[in-house]
């Protein structure tokens, strides 16, 4: 009887796993074949991108982050984020799912909402929006029908692209109206909030900033939604790491709806989440899937239930009020070498600085700034005269350094740092000296999920 043929006498190799077939002494083979799993690195199957991952972690280690907006999530949460969860498929809700296999998915999703709801005392939660945008489009398409009257900070004002801006879809698709802050103070101008309302009759009203370092009066706002029979949608984006600490007032149980990232002062993964009043999860869990999305991302899904276990621990208050401590520090000491602050300082995680007494345009102080190891973003000041790539302001925060565990000492030094810089953007010396400071104070300060 001959022997069976085989294909292959050597191996067979795929881009996953090596066939290793034995040689039969008579020229057939031996079967069954045995395997070996073989699944490269990602240094091995794409060094280009590992490479690139490894200039990330040495810059964001050696360097002064200060976009408000940014952070350094744990090694538990970028483990959770990058784990298999990500092979899975799971439209629908816990319970209510399209495919088989979510025993584990739904457990979840479960946790990451049961914990959000107790640690912002919220009635309803939806981890599933991509990010923060979608999270505000799901509250368009929950409540709102195409050109109904929305308002919301003007961008100018440090407002969001999402509440109404005119280059936003959230501009395009409905009838728009901006409100803004005193010239006096740059505070938001409720006396215009109200006016506006009153004659725009909103059926949103959004209260919420990306560049505004002041607390927000969501009652006030609720005074004015209830005045005009508005939804008031709160979104805290920003700040919800703050609230979640105890740091900044919460206006959950005020607000109809609130919106954030999980990302920012929250220090999760990339994503967003709804919270909102019962009467209104229907609505909104529906606009979220199927109205906007199709199958939720359950890795980050996973990375936002890790940030929210850590959220809940003593330290994360402690952390939420260091933040609002070092960005007023860094405010003062800043101020005391002759920078504008916008509103004259923060309450906040972040500082709006106006340039203008400096003759430094934001633009050309954020890239010195990065020259010499110390991270910000140019910004638009309210009431600016110049354009908005190439404005007056720079908006920098706290968040970041504060997780790394700098303190006042760090703010002072820092202010002291960013004076030199702004004084002489053009020294190339000096700002290469200046990032050698910088870097040899970094390196006792290690940031968490970057393991050497």
């Not at 294909?7 to 074949?33: D, K, N, V, W």
């Not at 938001?188 to 006016?195: G, H, L, P, Q, S």
């Amino acid at each position: 009887m001959p022997e069976p043929s085989c294909p292959a006498t050597a191996g067979e190799t795929s881009i996953f796993t090596t066939r290793q077939t034995p040689i039969h002494p008579a020229g057939g083979c031996t079967l069954p074949a045995m395997k070996s799993a073989v699944d490269p690195s990602l240094a091995d199957r794409d060094p280009e991108i590992h490479a690139l991952i490894r200039e990330e972690e040495h810059r964001e280690t050696v360097k002064l982050r200060l976009i408000p907006s940014e952070n350094y999530a744990s090694r538990a949460v970028l483990e959770a984020s990058g784990s298999v969860l990500t092979n899975k498929y799971s439209e629908g809700y816990a319970g209510k799912r399209y495919y088989e296999g979510q025993q584990v998915i739904d457990q979840v999703e479960l946790l990451a909402c049961s914990r959000l709801k107790q640690i912002f005392g919220a009635e309803h939660v939806n981890v599933q929006p991509y990010s923060g945008s979608p999270a505000n489009l799901a509250v368009y398409l929950a409540f709102c029908q195409p050109h109904d009257p929305i308002m919301g900070l003007g961008l100018p004002a440090g407002g969001h692209l999402t509440h109404g801006w005119n280059v936003s879809i959230t501009g395009k698709y409905f009838n728009s109206r901006g409100y803004g802050v005193r010239k006096d103070d740059h505070r938001i101008d409720f006396d215009e909030v109200r006016a506006i309302a009153k004659e725009h009759k909103p059926k949103l009203l959004w209260c919420g900033t990306t560049a505004y370092p002041r607390i927000l009066d969501f009652a006030k706002f609720r005074e004015i939604a209830d005045e005009v029979g508005a939804i008031l949608c709160a979104d805290i984006a920003h700040i919800s790491g703050l609230v979640a600490g105890g740091a900044h007032p919460s206006p959950v149980g005020i607000a109809d709806v609130v919106t954030s990232t999980t990302h920012k002062t929250l220090r999760g993964p990339r994503g967003g989440l709804v919270m909102c009043k019962a009467e209104h999860q229907k609505a909104i869990d529906r606009a979220v899937f199927p109205g906007l999305q199709g199958g939720p991302h359950n890795h980050t899904t996973a990375g936002i239930a890790v940030a929210a276990k850590e959220a809940m621990a003593p330290e994360f208050k402690a952390y939420a009020r260091a933040v609002v401590d070092n960005a007023k520090t860094l405010g003062e000491a800043l101020a005391s070498k002759g920078f504008a602050l916008v509103t004259g300082g923060t309450d906040n995680h972040l500082l709006l600085l106006d340039l203008t007494p400096k003759n430094v345009p934001g633009k050309v102080a954020a890239q010195a700034l990065d020259k010499a190891g110390i991270v910000a973003n140019y910004n638009s000041i309210p009431f600016d005269p110049r354009k908005p790539f190439d404005p007056s302001g720079l908006r920098i925060g706290t968040p970041s350094i504060t997780t790394r565990g700098m303190g006042a000492t760090e703010m002072k030094q820092l202010a002291d740092w960013m004076d030199r810089v702004v004084a002489a953007p053009d020294d190339e010396a000096l700002l290469t000296k200046i990032a050698a400071e910088v870097s040899e104070v970094c390196a006792g300060f290690p940031p968490p999920g970057i393991v050497k």
